[in-house]
């Protein structure tokens, strides 16, 4: 059993909306991107300006001009769940990032995320694209208790705008940057549970959603869109089997690739408006952080009794789904 002790995010300033997107002059409108993929405005570590200008033509140049790194955004974020779980960091005796575009390959980014938290204990990546959130809980779910530390960081820090190409109008209207957090435990009860999760790759997709080290983001969109649905309905309605006669209430937090995917899993599982939550509309495509930090940004919503299946898919190709059960 895994429990959740706390959450946080973070997200930057600077934001880019549908207006911008159009001055930009790639062949989009407002009516357009609402129409597609129900995104009105995305944040990003890059300044406007620098936009504007560039159109991220070199993305090696994109890192330079970024106002905050992966290390300043993921400490934020975790000193935010830190703060929720009501622990400091000396306490943490495990940290695990992964993303989709980490600062650097060597070292491991949780590394230079704990030294900027002044933690100094275990720290590895695990990089599962958008699916890293569920990678992370699924691999700690199979270790043995008694050998994890009381309490385990857990952050992807996405600032996947450094990697769009702003010629792009199909990429450029779906990223924003954002950085989830989350404090768990194996030993120490919460009353947030992990009840169940599930990690499934299909690597012969590899090739579908590539992000290269010095290059732009690709994918095969609707490729992808149709894969990413029919994954996320078969795991929610495994989720929806095997929990129905024990949670009172059940709800669907998906992967924010874009509003439009979520709508059709939502019609075709006939989950309610109320019983599903997002923030893909105002924050855009945050790549592993964006379905946790829909779960942090509602976490006063859900009481006793209360079920969310959370689902997230990413490049692999590579999917994962938990059950969260609340207790109180």
């Not at 995320?113 to 990546?125: F, K, M, N, P, Y």
């Not at 995917?261 to 952080?289: K, Q, W």
């Amino acid at each position: 059993m895994i429990y959740i002790h706390g959450m946080g995010y973070f997200h930057p300033d600077t934001i880019i909306d549908n207006r911008f997107l159009e001055e930009l002059d790639i062949g989009t409108s407002d009516d357009w991107i609402t129409e597609r993929v129900g995104i009105k405005t995305r944040r990003s570590v890059l300044p406007l300006d620098y936009i504007r200008e560039t159109r991220n033509a070199d993305t090696r140049a994109a890192i330079e001009a970024a106002q905050y790194s992966n290390a300043r955004t993921g400490k934020l974020a975790a000193e935010m769940a830190l703060k929720n779980a009501g622990i400091t960091p000396e306490q943490v005796g495990l940290v695990i990032a992964g993303g989709c575009s980490p600062d650097t390959v060597t070292p491991a980014e949780a590394c230079v995320i704990a030294a900027e938290l002044g933690i100094d204990s275990q720290a590895v990546d695990i990089n599962s694209a958008c699916s890293s959130f569920g990678a992370h809980l699924h691999f700690i779910s199979m270790m043995d208790p008694g050998a994890l530390p009381e309490f385990i960081l857990i952050i992807s820090p996405e600032n996947n705008t450094r990697t769009v190409d702003y010629n792009d109008r199909n990429t450029a209207v779906l990223w924003g940057d954002g950085t989830s957090a989350a404090v768990i435990s194996t030993r120490v009860p919460a009353r947030a549970q992990v009840s169940f999760t599930t990690l499934t790759s299909s690597p012969q997709g590899w090739d579908k959603v590539l992000i290269p080290r010095v290059g732009h983001f690709t994918q095969e969109g609707a490729t992808v869109q149709t894969f990413a649905i029919k994954r996320t309905v078969k795991c929610y309605r495994e989720i929806e089997k095997k929990f129905r006669d024990s949670s009172e209430r059940l709800f669907f937090i998906g992967h924010q690739a874009n509003l439009r995917m979520l709508e059709s899993v939502c019609t075709r599982c006939t989950i309610a408006d109320d019983r599903h939550f997002f923030n893909v509309d105002e924050f855009g495509n945050t790549g592993a952080a964006g379905a946790p930090t829909v779960l942090a940004q509602n976490w006063q919503e859900f009481r006793a009794g209360d079920t969310v299946a959370l689902i997230v898919v990413g490049a692999g190709l590579t999917w994962a789904s938990m059950a969260i059960e609340f207790t109180g």
